[in-house]
């Protein structure tokens, strides 16, 4: 008998899960791409979903656009739409680099960390410490903590610099990294100062990963470009990525061009980033997805051809003040904990994430400077076809005090009236029939299992917390029925 209740349960739960998918769940790669690709069957209040992908890229004006897909932590597809460049033409292909912006931060972090899991310092000494070529100036504020590569890489440091990074005309001079901490005439930002003490408060500052990457060119003494192509890039295989800037013409050969709100040309085809930490890596979507897998990966013990368990950790463990830990914002999103990082360049935005321990992610790329929308759109996208748990609701509590039910007897011929064929999907069907004066379920490839009465319409099985509600008509005819189980509430109509 108990093997006999499961399997009644497992197939109503099966029938459930069918009923409760979309009717076309996604299976092959081509079903998925298209699932992203269309107009959403049941877009709601939200007009986005009611586009196309071609639809969205003209209604945000955005030329081109890439993506790279992660599920079971590999890459399930990666692909390229639209025009990389509005001037020659040429098209998006998986392997067209665009500047990550921002994205670039974290991997930089990871930088760091190899810098510390090498010996060259630790996360937490004082950066003036680190530094050979330019010292910050703490003022008051560091009287009694220091600003750490930690605080830097996570935006507690208490630098203000309180801008983003515009980039340079590749015809204009470009400073230095130390010129641009300075404040110097060729830079066209201010110079880096201190706000407030370390650890204080959370506020995002570009400024302080540029003092980081300083940081980490000095303590190695090589080129922060070199430094990030052998300790990171390389090892990872993120082939089509370099902090080289400007680009180089062999890799700029297949690289977007920027482009503005319209989709047109901005003029120059990109801007050049002296701070790459910040903002300097020209990447793929592809290479970024192999970037979130190396993390996800090391995390849990299963890669290690940067980080370490133990510093990949430090990526994912918010240092206690904000939302961020060392390169990467936290946050929980429906029933998962994401780590993520957006961007936004000079006629270039994008997003990427990806699920702490769970295998899957996303990293979608533009060239337009509303490219942001739509990134975040194809993310929503992929998140509901792929059922990541983003949209989970909690599971309720295990426990709750069984419910006193009372038999009731009701006339046979009332009875008589239930007995049918009720589809609750076109996998499972409930057959009700009247046997010995009592009426008895039989799930699809199941066995019957008795019901007992306790209203004239509603019926409960013994074995398990599951309810049936008949349903009629005005004239009193039955029509169909519900099955309540687990929380849910499931309409089956009466076939015969």
């Known amino acids: 008998m108990r093997k006999s209740v499961i399997a009644f349960r497992a197939v109503l739960l099966l029938g459930l899960a069918v009923v409760a998918s979309p009717p076309l769940s996604p299976q092959t790669v081509a079903e998925y791409m298209a699932a992203i690709e269309r107009a959403q069957p049941d877009p709601g209040d939200n007009p986005l979903a009611a586009m196309t992908i071609a639809e969205l890229m003209e209604n945000f004006g955005v030329p081109g656009v890439s993506l790279a897909v992660i599920r079971d932590f590999e890459i399930h597809w990666a692909k390229g739409y639209g025009i990389a460049d509005v001037v020659t033409g040429a098209p998006v292909d998986t392997e067209t680099m665009f500047q990550a912006a921002s994205m670039s931060k974290p991997v930089a972090a990871m930088a760091t960390l190899r810098a510390v899991q090498d ?229 270039f935005q994008g997003t990427m994430m990806a699920h702490k321990v769970k295998g899957y992610g996303v990293a979608v790329m533009t060239n337009a400077d509303r490219g942001g929308a739509l990134a975040n759109e194809l993310s929503r996208r992929i998140q509901v076809a792929y059922e990541w748990d983003t949209f989970a609701e909690p599971v309720p509590r295990g426990y709750a005090p069984a419910v006193e039910r009372t038999e009731i007897t009701v006339a046979e011929e009332i009875l008589a009236t239930y007995v049918g064929d009720y589809e609750l999907s076109e996998e499972l069907t409930l057959v009700i029939t009247l046997e010995n004066g009592g009426l008895f379920v039989e799930p699809t490839g199941q066995g019957k299992f008795p019901l007992f009465a306790e209203s004239e319409t509603e019926f409960f099985v013994r074995v398990m917390n599951a309810q049936i509600s008949f349903t009629k008509d005005d004239t009193g005819e039955v029509t169909g029925l519900v099955l309540h189980m687990d929380g849910r509430d499931q309409p089956a109509t009466k076939a015969r």
């Open 119 to 347: 010996g060259l310092f630790t996360l937490d000494d004082d950066i003036n410490s680190i530094l050979t070529s330019w010292r910050l100036d703490g003022d008051d504020f560091t009287k009694d903590r220091p600003v750490t590569p930690r605080t830097l890489t996570s935006h507690t440091s208490g630098l203000g610099d309180a801008f983003g990074f515009p980039g340079y005309d590749p015809a204009d001079p470009i400073p230095t990294a130390v010129q641009v901490l300075e404040g110097h005439e060729l830079s066209n930002v201010g110079p880096v100062f201190m706000e407030r003490a370390p650890m204080v408060a959370y506020e995002y500052s570009g400024g302080g990963v540029t003092v980081m990457q300083q940081a980490l060119a000095d303590a190695r003494g090589r080129p922060f470009e070199d430094i990030l192509r052998d300790h990171v890039l390389a090892p990872i295989g993120m082939t089509r990525s370099s902090y080289q800037q400007p680009i180089s013409p062999e890799h700029d050969q297949n690289a977007a061009r920027a482009h503005d709100r319209e989709g047109q040309s901005r003029g120059s085809k990109w801007h050049v980033y002296p701070e790459m930490a910040a903002a300097g890596l020209w990447t793929t979507p592809s290479d970024l997805a192999r970037f979130l897998i190396e993390v996800q990966k090391s995390a849990v013990g299963e890669s290690n051809r940067v980080l370490s368990r133990v510093m990949a950790q430090e990526m994912l463990t918010p240092v206690g003040v904000g939302s961020f830990a060392v390169g990467f914002s936290l946050g929980k999103t429906g029933e998962g904990w994401y780590f993520s990082h957006g961007g936004s360049n000079w006629g």
